[in-house]
């Protein structure tokens, strides 16, 4: 399907980016990073004047950090004394140029982008586009894939992020829209492979409500889902949205990873479990490949899966995603729970003198480290909500 280019992605590492990691947004703090890198997250995205990001960046080098720094000195950078200071310092990452930009504003975003990209050709420049049709954002386009034509032909990004957060709250009851979370992995995967260039899919960490939805509090589940999902697909970032606690005189933002007053949530403690576990299979998605994917199950697909016709998978209930990834020579198969609460069963079967090793996290000594099984010709198991298993194919 296309061998993806992982440069921006965050060089051999996926890039975990905390949106928003500050508890008082003006006033970065030394806490603010510390726990940031406890979480796991290597990349933090903050946005605020000159000032601001410049005391940013010495915390960010104490805690081992990188940022992605945005605000108003982006503005005719070419002549911009801010942007000057900040452009050499190492820890910036990249430029936080704009989210879901304006479809009227696109042609003084190419501008900036321009001039920053001439400016600073080392760095990346970070624009968070939409998922769906909305006129103000994607103007005439048609679809979705003709936006990002639109936004190729302008920008030629060196990276491809989007955002959408599948996970509502109906009358109390967990609601989970499948057919526009895929087919938005589908759309920017594909775009991803087609240009070469890492895509970056976020989690929703933020609880928050309005008039339309209620998106309820991050758990180990609905992380681990989006977060999977996304990797599956060959994503090389994840973002979450966001890290602190935000104010809003528009939506009620409830809770996210830290609160206002900088209290770790169990949200934050289910966002560190989910990027250990990131780290601990990085080697395995960073430089894939995707060969195919695949739903089971009956939410979106057939009840059955076979894989080079030797590899046999079967579900009951909401099924499973499935994806071939192929990573130096070496075939995995990756499986998502699409069940975000209930657990399900999986059956693997290998046909053909075909094994595989199931890759498991697991702590030893207080260090998390993947247990490799035995070659297994068959293999059952019920998989947590939300929930993945990774094997390595033998053949």
Not at 49 to 64: I, L, N, P, Q, T
Not at 99 to 125: F, G, M, Q
Not at 324 to 351: A, F, I, P, W
């Amino acid at each position: 399907m296309g061998k993806v280019n992982s440069a921006f992605a965050y060089g051999d590492s996926i890039a975990i980016v905390a949106w928003a990691p500050c508890v008082d947004n003006d006033n970065p703090s030394a806490d603010d990073f510390e726990g940031l890198r406890e979480c796991g997250f290597n990349t933090a995205l903050i946005h605020g004047d000159a000032d601001m990001v410049d005391v940013a960046c010495g915390y960010a080098e104490s805690a081992g950090l990188r940022l992605i720094a945005g605000g108003t000195f982006l503005i005719n950078p070419h002549k911009n004394e801010e942007f000057w200071k900040l452009k050499d310092r190492d820890v910036i990452h990249g430029w936080y140029l704009v989210d879901e930009p304006r479809y009227d504003r696109l042609k003084a975003y190419k501008r900036y982008n321009d001039s920053i990209r001439k400016i600073t050709p080392d760095k990346l420049v970070y624009i968070n586009l939409i998922g769906t049709l909305n006129p103000a954002v994607t103007g005439r386009c048609k679809s979705i894939p003709e936006y990002l034509d639109t936004i190729q032909s302008l920008f030629n990004p060196q990276i491809w992020s989007y955002d959408y957060y599948p996970v509502s709250l109906k009358d109390r009851v967990v609601r989970v829209d499948y057919e526009r979370f895929y087919s938005d992995l589908e759309i920017f995967s594909k775009r991803s492979r087609d240009t070469g260039r890492p895509f970056w899919a976020f989690c929703q960490s933020m609880a928050f409500r309005n008039e339309r939805v209620e998106r309820p509090a991050a758990t180990l589940p609905f992380l681990r889902f989006e977060a999977f999902s996304a990797l599956a697909y060959g994503a090389r970032g994840i973002v979450y949205w966001t890290y602190a606690q935000r104010v809003s005189k528009t939506e009620d933002f409830l809770s996210a990873l830290v609160d206002t007053n900088g209290k770790r949530m169990p949200a934050w403690y289910a966002a560190k479990q989910v990027n250990e576990e990131i780290r601990l299979f990085n080697d395995i998605f960073i430089n894939s490949s995707l060969v195919e994917y695949t739903h089971t199950g009956g939410i979106l697909s057939n009840m059955a899966y076979t894989m080079d016709g030797n590899v046999r998978i079967k579900s009951d209930g909401a099924g499973f995603l499935i994806s071939h990834l192929r990573t130096d020579g070496v075939n995995y198969l990756v499986v998502v729970n699409h069940n975000v609460v209930s657990t399900q069963r999986v059956r693997v079967d290998m046909d053909n003198g075909c094994g595989a090793v199931l890759l498991e996290p697991s702590l030893k000594n207080s260090v998390i480290e993947i247990k490799e099984s035995k070659i297994l010709t068959s293999y059952t198991d019920e998989i947590s909500p939300g929930g993945y298993l990774i094997m390595k194919i033998k053949q």
